[in-house]
T-cell receptor, first 112, second 125 residues
Framework: QSVLTQPPSVSGAPGQRVTISCTGS?????????VNWYQQFPGTAPKLLIY???NRPSGVPDRFSGSRFGTSASLAITGLQAEDEADYYC????????????FGGGTKLTVL | EVQLVESGGGLVQPGRSLRLSCAAS????????MHWVRQVPGKGLEWVSG????????DYADSVMGRFTNSRDNAKKSLYLQMNSLRPEDTGIYYC??????????????????WGQGTLVVVPS
């Protein structure tokens, strides 16, 4: 069981805004560690979407944004498009774990 | 363009060994830490191991500690994962992943900015 908790699924209609939460604890997000987000389409490798909690790599549309607050983080997608339908994973560091790197369980985004 | 190409996956019996390789190009390999991340098809991501640019810091997930060895050859721009005493729960797609920060030696603020296409490892039960 992941120590970063994501909702298994979220959905929204085209054009809407959706958010995906990533809930951690005081040993990871709450300790000040950044959160990164990845997008994965079926049969392909994950792709970096947000790094350092709120930064977009070059080429990622500004419809995607990230934030971190307390022991949680959130990925927001505005102007939802059909092509956004994918799995989304958060990633952070936990100082209480061996190795420390952990992922959330993933969230399936469905565009209605 | 960054390219990471994994190889070495396959079907292997429980208790046996397998060595994965990752050939890197398109960036200064010895500037960056590298990681292995695995994924059971249809399931979530699991970090397996990370290695600093100079190999002076190597970390492992508890699930593979003592069985897997992560190494790199900067002259060959290659990353390796030696997997011993394989178990059915090691089945999955293994991705070679580039760290996004130059010179990282620990993973507190690491992020994974480039991923290979993955190589499938199957350990039957």
């Amino acid at each position: 069981q992941s120590v970063l908790t994501q909702p298994p699924s979220v959905s929204g209609a085209p054009g809407q805004r959706v958010t995906i939460s990533c809930t951690g604890s005081t040993s990871n997000i709450g300790a000040g560690y950044d959160v990164n987000w990845y997008q994965q389409f079926p049969g392909t490798a994950p792709k970096l979407l947000i790094y350092g909690s709120s930064n977009r790599p070059s080429g990622v549309p500004d419809r995607f944004s990230g934030s971190r607050f307390g022991t949680s983080a959130s990925l927001a997608i505005t102007g939802l498009q059909a092509e956004d339908e994918a799995d989304y994973y958060c990633h952070s560091y936990d100082r209480s774990l061996s190795g420390g790197v952990l992922f959330g369980g993933g969230t399936k985004l469905t565009v209605l | 363009e960054v390219q990471l190409v994994e190889s070495g996956g396959g079907l292997v019996q429980p208790g046996r060994s397998l060595r994965l390789s990752c050939a890197a190009s398109g960036f200064t390999f010895d500037d960056y830490a590298m990681h292995w991340v695995r994924q059971v098809p249809g399931k979530g991501l699991e970090w397996v191991s990370g290695i600093s640019w100079s190999s002076d810091n190597i970390d492992y997930a508890d699930s593979v500690m003592g069985r897997f060895t992560n190494s790199r050859d900067n002259a060959k721009k290659s990353l390796y994962l030696q997997m011993n005493s394989l178990r059915p729960e090691d089945t999955g797609i293994y991705y070679c992943v580039k760290d996004g920060l130059v010179g990282t030696r620990n993973w507190g603020f690491a992020y994974f900015d480039s991923w290979g296409q993955g190589t499938l490892v199957v350990v039957p039960s």
